[in-house]
Structure formats: C-alpha cells, structure tokens
C-alpha cells in the first residue's frame, strides 16, 4: 500500500471520530436535559481526576517512546553463544514450524544451542520435534517428560542445562523473524541488563476478527508502551512467546521464581511477568529490542480467548502489586525511581478501574437504569477516543485500512469483555492455564510434513 492511500485511511479514520464526537455531544445533551439525568458530583470529579491522568501518561508514553533507541546489533563474530529454549505442550506440528525457524536463524550455528522440551503432549508433538532432530543431526536436545510438568517447569529445566550464559525463550507457537536472534542477542552488550523483551505481533491474522483486533492492541502494548519502560530499564513483562535472559543473573532468584506463590496458592501461570519482575526487583535492567520480532498465534474464538485473557489478567493482579510495592518502597529523587512509580502506579490503576466499574455499573443499572445507559454510551464513546491512539500508530507503521479494528476492539472490550477483570479478582487463586487442552486429533503426517519441512521459509506477516 502506497503513502497516498495510508493518509487518505487515516484522514477517514478521524472524519468518523469527529462525526462520532458530534453526534455524542447531541446525545448527551438530549439525556441531560430531555430525560433530566443528574451524575454525581464525585463521579465528575474522578472521570477528570483519571481522564487527567491518563493524558499525562500517554503523553509521558509518546516522549519516552520517541527516545527510545534500541541496543546496536552485534555483528555475527561479536554475538556470544546463546541457548534457545523451547517448551512443548499439545503443539503437534506448530512446534516443527518453531524449530524450523529457529534453525534458519541468521546467527552463528556453533554459537547456537537449542533444547527443545515436550511436556508430557497428549497428542504427536514429540514425533514432530523428533522429526525436526533427526533432520538436523546433532543442533536440538530432545528433553522429554513423561507427564505434564507445566511450562515453568519446562523452563526451569531448560534453564538448568543450558550451556551459554544468554538464554531465550520461544513459545511453541511462535515463529521468529530471520534476523530476531541476533537482535535480542545484542540487547545484552550492556552488562547491567539482565532480560530483554522481544517484539511480538500475531500470526495468525486471516483466522478472525479477534487477531486483527488484537494486532493493533499489541502493536501500541508490546511496541510503544515497552519503549517507553525499556528507556528507564523496567520493561514490566517478558513476553513468554519471545524473550532473553542472562542465566548468571537470573540464578539468585531462580528458585524462587519456581517456588512462588500467591495467596498461598503456587504461581503456574504468568511466568513471564515473574521473571521481568524479579528481575527489576533485584535492581537489574530489563529492556525492549524493537527489531527482535516474532511472529506468534492467539486464540480465535470467543472462549478461548477469554481463558486466554483470564490467565493474564490474573498474573498482572498479582505481578502489579508486588511491582507496585517494589516501586514505593523506597522514594528515591531519581528519574529512573520516579519513572518507575509512575509505571507501576498506571499500571496498577489500569487493574483496579476495570475490576470496579462494571461492579459499579450494574448497582447503578438496578437504582438508575436511564443514567446507566448514558454512561454505557460515555464509556463505549470514551473507549473509542483513546483506542485512536494505537489505531494512529498501526496506521502509521502497518496499515491504514486495519487500524480501524482497534477502535472496534475498544467497543467489543466494553461490551462482551468488560467482566474479565471482575471475575479473574474474584477468582484470582485459580492458576490453571485454561488454553492447554488437546486440539488436533486426527491429522495427515504426509500432507503437514510437506507445508512444514517444504516451506521452512515463510514468516511473513500476512495482511
């Protein structure tokens, strides 16, 4: 798509904004003054109070991120050796693609370790690793467990028998870009750094409206926003699909990690948060490499991508606290301790509003129904405004025509994914990992092993 035509979208796209604002204003004074709708005083007054807060952070987010530079790319005889990491669950040929991504990576083969971990799979996942070994003798250790362990598991152990320094972590559904490795490699040319993030974007676009959806969501919260904490070195979250550690600092904290516990109930899920966490917390840098970027798969459909949003929300509940408490532990008149309380004090935010407001709005649905469905609109109205932000972005860097979704995402998270945050409070022992069950059952080896080991090559970002 040429320039012309990505400007002439985005042009559209604030058109119907304004049009949408418009009307907006015509509404809410036919509900003010036609239905007679009073809102409280103290709602007012805490609508600017965060509206105020959240322009001062996404303008903190535009600057940071606007400075952001990432690390410059070693060359391929400078990289040190790295160990890439691969934990299996019920991927059956996904995890080929995977390793077949991995080996193709532009990065020095006697530098390169993989070790690729099934997890106890109920389906052919360790017949595929096998079959990606056998076709390139002696580069993947073949780990495999009996019984399901549970991805921390599976990580420990990688990280356990690593033989590099540098390790990194690759979900079994994740494709990497060419250059990535050597991309995330380089984030470690600083020695105070102890993890870095790497890019990820969605795979699996032309399945759904819920991938396009969420493409633009993570080009704004996987892109910008870590830009913008990898300036002051506390990136709040490694991705699992695609992230990097330095082994000897991650040791002291390791078992740890793999102890953990929260409300008395073991932490299986949000590993990754736990490790850029605790990584931060021990005074260690975690930063974001732009140009790592990997390609990974989210759910599609409706239930599965709620168990999906259920298993984050709950490990940011508890991440964001024990961040939060990190953070003002100590105050400290430095920029770097300032930006991080701000970080932790939005982010914190961020869980503590949407876990209340639909709460909220069903007393005032039962009490004042004619006032709810005026703030249903506001919110709805409010949503889209700020989803313009990200949709600006995407429509800049990827596309024009698509970035419109991230403004309908911001309609259909108020409406069909508003209960997320109040359920996973409520729930929030429950640790399961929701999405880890049994997919394909009956597959054609002969035709899967042709797209897999034929087209070894293919990791673009399809639009």
């Given at each position: 798509?040429?320039?012309?035509?990505k400007?002439?979208?985005?042009?559209?796209?604030?058109?119907l904004?304004?049009i949408?604002?418009?009307?907006s204003?015509?509404?809410?004074?036919?509900?003010?003054?036609?239905?007679?709708?009073?809102?409280?005083?103290?709602?007012l007054?805490?609508?600017?109070?965060?509206?105020?807060?959240?322009?001062?952070?996404?303008?903190?987010?535009?600057?940071?991120?606007?400075?952001?530079?990432?690390?410059?790319?070693?060359?391929?005889?400078?990289?040190?050796?790295?160990?890439?990491?691969?934990?299996?669950?019920?991927?059956?040929?996904?995890?080929?693609?995977?390793?077949?991504?991995?080996?193709?990576a532009?990065?020095?083969?006697?530098?390169?370790?993989?070790?690729?971990?099934?997890?106890?799979?109920?389906?052919?996942?360790?017949?595929?690793?096998?079959?990606v070994?056998?076709?390139?003798?002696?580069?993947?250790?073949?780990?495999?467990?009996?019984?399901?362990?549970?991805?921390?598991?599976?990580?420990?152990?990688?990280?356990?028998?690593?033989?590099?320094?540098?390790?990194?972590t690759?979900?079994?559904?994740?494709?990497?870009?060419?250059?990535?490795?050597?991309q995330?490699?380089?984030?470690?040319?600083?020695?105070?750094v102890?993890?870095?993030?790497?890019?990820?974007?969605?795979?699996?676009?032309?399945?759904?409206?819920?991938p396009?959806?969420?493409?633009?969501?993570?080009?704004?919260?996987?892109?910008?926003?870590r830009?913008?904490?990898?300036?002051?070195?506390?990136?709040?979250?490694?991705?699992?699909?695609?992230?990097?550690?330095?082994?000897?600092?991650?040791f002291?904290?390791?078992?740890k990690?793999?102890?953990?516990?929260f409300?008395?109930?073991?932490?299986?899920?949000?590993?990754?948060r736990?490790?850029?966490?605790?990584m931060?917390?021990?005074?260690?840098?975690?930063?974001?490499?732009?140009?790592?970027?990997?390609?990974?798969?989210?759910?599609?459909?409706?239930?599965?991508?709620?168990?999906?949003?259920?298993?984050?929300?709950?490990?940011?509940?508890?991440?964001?606290?024990?961040?939060?408490?990190?953070?003002?532990?100590?105050?400290?008149?430095?920029?770097?301790?300032?930006?991080?309380?701000?970080?932790?004090?939005?982010?914190?935010?961020?869980?503590?509003?949407?876990?209340?407001?639909?709460?909220?709005?069903?007393?005032?649905?039962?009490?004042?129904?004619?006032?709810?469905?005026?703030?249903?609109?506001?919110?709805?109205?409010?949503?889209c405004?700020?989803?313009?932000?990200?949709?600006?972005?995407?429509?800049?860097?990827?596309?024009?025509?698509?970035?419109?979704?991230?403004?309908?995402?911001?309609?259909?998270?108020?409406?069909?994914?508003?209960?997320?945050?109040?359920?996973?409070f409520?729930?929030v022992k429950?640790?399961g990992w929701?999405?880890?069950d049994?997919?394909?059952?009956?597959?054609?080896r002969?035709?899967?092993?042709?797209?897999?080991?034929?087209?070894?090559?293919?990791?673009?970002h399809?639009?």
């Amino acid at each position: 798509m040429n320039n012309s035509v990505k400007q002439k979208n985005i042009a559209l796209i604030l058109w119907l904004c304004t049009i949408l604002l418009f009307f907006s204003g015509l509404l809410f004074d036919f509900t003010g003054e036609t239905l007679g709708l009073v809102f409280p005083y103290y709602f007012l007054v805490l609508t600017c109070i965060l509206s105020g807060l959240a322009l001062s952070y996404y303008l903190y987010i535009a600057v940071s991120a606007y400075c952001y530079h990432p690390a410059q790319l070693l060359s391929l005889n400078d990289l040190p050796g790295c160990t890439v990491i691969v934990p299996a669950y019920n991927e059956g040929p996904h995890v080929a693609e995977t390793l077949n991504s991995i080996l193709s990576a532009d990065y020095p083969q006697e530098k390169l370790e993989i070790i690729a971990i099934d997890d106890g799979s109920a389906d052919d996942t360790l017949y595929w690793i096998e079959e990606v070994s056998s076709r390139n003798p002696g580069r993947i250790t073949v780990i495999h467990f009996p019984r399901n362990q549970g991805k921390k598991h599976g990580l420990y152990t990688g990280f356990l028998k690593a033989k590099y320094d540098i390790a990194v972590t690759v979900d079994s559904d994740t494709i990497l870009e060419s250059g990535a490795l050597q991309q995330i490699v380089s984030g470690f040319s600083d020695p105070e750094v102890g993890s870095v993030a790497g890019n990820i974007r969605i795979r699996n676009l032309n399945e759904g409206i819920l991938p396009r959806m969420m493409d633009v969501g993570f080009m704004f919260g996987f892109e910008v926003i870590r830009c913008a904490q990898s300036l002051i070195g506390c990136v709040m979250c490694t991705p699992g699909a695609f992230s990097a550690y330095r082994r000897s600092l991650l040791f002291p904290f390791l078992d740890k990690w793999m102890k953990q516990k929260f409300l008395g109930i073991p932490a299986t899920t949000g590993e990754d948060r736990a490790l850029a966490t605790m990584m931060i917390c021990s005074g260690k840098k975690v930063v974001f490499q732009r140009e790592a970027v990997a390609h990974t798969c989210i759910p599609s459909n409706y239930t599965r991508f709620c168990k999906m949003l259920l298993r984050w929300t709950r490990s940011d509940i508890r991440e964001n606290a024990i961040i939060f408490i990190h953070a003002f532990k100590k105050l400290q008149c430095n920029h770097i301790r300032i930006g991080l309380q701000y970080h932790a004090l939005v982010q914190w935010i961020n869980t503590l509003i949407p876990g209340i407001f639909p709460l909220a709005m069903i007393v005032i649905l039962f009490f004042m129904p004619l006032t709810f469905f005026a703030l249903l609109y506001c919110g709805i109205f409010c949503s889209c405004v700020a989803a313009l932000i990200p949709a600006f972005i995407y429509a800049k860097r990827v596309s024009g025509v698509f970035s419109v979704w991230g403004i309908f995402f911001a309609i259909y998270n108020t409406l069909l994914l508003s209960w997320i945050v109040p359920y996973s409070f409520i729930t929030v022992k429950n640790s399961g990992w929701l999405t880890r069950d049994l997919q394909n059952k009956n597959i054609n080896r002969g035709k899967i092993q042709k797209i897999v080991f034929g087209v070894q090559k293919n990791t673009g970002h399809n639009k």
